[in-house]
């Protein structure tokens, strides 16, 4: 598995951005969003119980993701049509404000390492990449347990600041200050 430090890897994929009819789709790759951090979490796949909750939940603070100069971007294993397909049928989806990558051929979570051995889908992983392409931060949760969107953030307010940050540390605490 890619880890801290490593750069991010190259990716071209088709992914499902809108409702509006004839801009559904667009091509998103690792140079999308030049000069931004990435926030790319992977799910397991659609239509599925956990995803939608963290799905929607990624959705309800992307303003927090856009005020710290981040893209969101989620992705699974499934296609564009079957993202868009999610996002018309379900309410908490219908109106998400971030791209759903499609990694149909399973290379970008494959490249990462984010692969389950045995079921063939992304696990639940996020990964925080710097306006370089370097991996910053790396999350893996099991199949069934969701993640907590509120410490995504928490981890890139921490990242952000270039500083020291103790545990537990959150926007406006004050970082630490190494001996001199």
């Known amino acids: 598995m890619l880890t801290v430090g490593d750069r991010f890897p190259r990716f071209e994929l088709q992914a499902a951005v809108s409702l509006e009819p004839g801009k559904e789709f667009q091509k998103i790759t690792d140079e999308s969003y030049p000069g931004q951090w990435k926030v790319v979490f ?13 799905i929607a939940e990624f959705g309800r603070h992307h303003q927090d993701f856009i005020d710290r100069e981040a893209q969101l971007l989620g992705a699974s294993t499934d296609s564009h049509f079957v993202h868009l397909n999610w996002r018309k049928h379900h309410a908490d989806l219908e109106q998400l404000p971030y791209p759903m990558l499609a990694d ?24 925080i990449v710097d306006p370089e392409g370097v991996i910053r931060h790396v999350s893996v949760n099991d199949l069934s347990v969701g993640r907590n969107v509120d410490e995504v953030l928490r981890v890139l307010d921490a990242l952000q600041t ?15 200050n190494a001996a001199e």
């Open 162 to 176: 270039d500083e020291l940050c103790p545990c537990n540390w959150k926007q406006g605490d004050p970082t630490l």
């Open 42 to 54: 992977f799910w397991p796949m659609d239509f599925t119980f956990v995803c939608p909750t963290e």
């Open 104 to 127: 149909t051929k399973r290379e970008l979570s494959t490249a990462l390492g984010v692969l389950h051995r045995e079921e063939g889908v992304a696990l639940r992983a996020t990964f």
